[in-house]
């Protein structure tokens, strides 16, 4: 199993940014999909999450109502669009794929995932 987080970048607060987590080896119609993030000198924390079926989602607080994971099943990939983005949002964000199939409830925690992508730097900044 190999997961390839892309699209972060340098932006402006306020602006919209997407990021893609590619999956080989594995089908994300069967696995939960995580979003964690990093900053720096801090803990990961967890962002968001969708399951195997796409019909359960959740967010963290902090990202509630500004960002949204999609996923588009025929390139088996997981996107992240994050929306309004505050300086406190900078940070490494990580994809997360969940080892366990077709789990209905969303996984939360860090430890319930079994692979991970290899991080993808995003920025914000005036």
């Known amino acids: 199993v190999q997961l390839q987080a892309s699209g972060g970048g340098l932006v402006q607060p306020g602006v919209s940014l997407r990021l893609s987590c590619a999956g080989s080896g594995l089908r994300w119609t069967e696995h939960s999909t995580g979003w964690f993030r990093q900053a720096p000198g801090k803990d990961r924390e967890f962002v968001g999450t969708i399951n195997w079926s796409g019909a359960r989602t959740r967010y963290s607080n902090s990202v509630k109502g500004r960002f949204f994971i999609s996923r588009d099943i025929d390139k088996n990939t997981v996107h992240l669009q994050m929306n309004d983005l505050k300086p406190e949002d900078t940070a490494v964000y990580y994809c997360?794929?969940?080892?366990?199939?077709?789990?209905?409830?969303?996984?939360?925690?860090?430890?319930?995932?079994?692979?991970w992508g290899q991080g993808t730097k995003v920025t914000v900044s005036s």
């Open positions: 997360a794929a969940d080892k366990e199939t077709y789990v209905n409830e969303n996984r939360l925690f860090s430890t319930e995932y079994a692979y």
